[in-house]
């Protein structure tokens, strides 16, 4: 059974910095990309970074967040990192790893349980 599991969470104040991890268990093959996705209250599920797991890594950023965050990854066991910085009270959401695998079946995507990120003075 396929399982993400995300940390690094919590409460930090506007200016601050934290950084998420997300950790992929069980047997998946063919990813062809890893994310982080959030979700605030009253509102839908938003893209925040993509990396593609490729030679040449290509890197996707919500214009929300471009300059603050990094997303990075690392092999396999696959792991995908976002480095958050300069963080504002808007960044406050649960923040969700995804995993894309593509084979014979199509596109199936994974998802961690979320992690909450708080931004208040």
């Known amino acids: 059974q396929v399982q993400l599991v995300e940390s690094g969470g919590g409460l930090v104040q506007p200016g601050g910095s934290l950084r998420l991890s997300c950790v992929v268990s069980?047997?998946?093959?063919?990813?062809?990309?890893m994310g982080w996705y959030r979700q605030a209250p009253g509102k839908e599920r938003e893209l925040v970074a993509t990396?593609?797991?490729?030679?040449?890594?290509?890197?996707n950023y919500a214009d929300s967040v471009k300059g603050r965050f990094t997303i990075s990854r690392d092999n396999p066991p696959y792991a995908v990192y976002l480095q958050m910085n300069a963080l504002k009270p808007e960044d406050t959401a649960v923040y969700y790893c995804?995993?894309?695998?593509?084979?014979?079946?199509?596109?199936?995507?994974?998802w961690g349980q979320g992690t909450q990120v708080t931004v208040s003075s």
């Open positions: 990396i593609t797991i490729a030679a040449v890594e290509r890197t």
């Open positions: 995804n995993a894309v695998a593509v084979n014979s079946l199509g596109r199936v995507d994974y």
């Open positions: 069980g047997s998946i093959f063919s990813v062809s990309a």
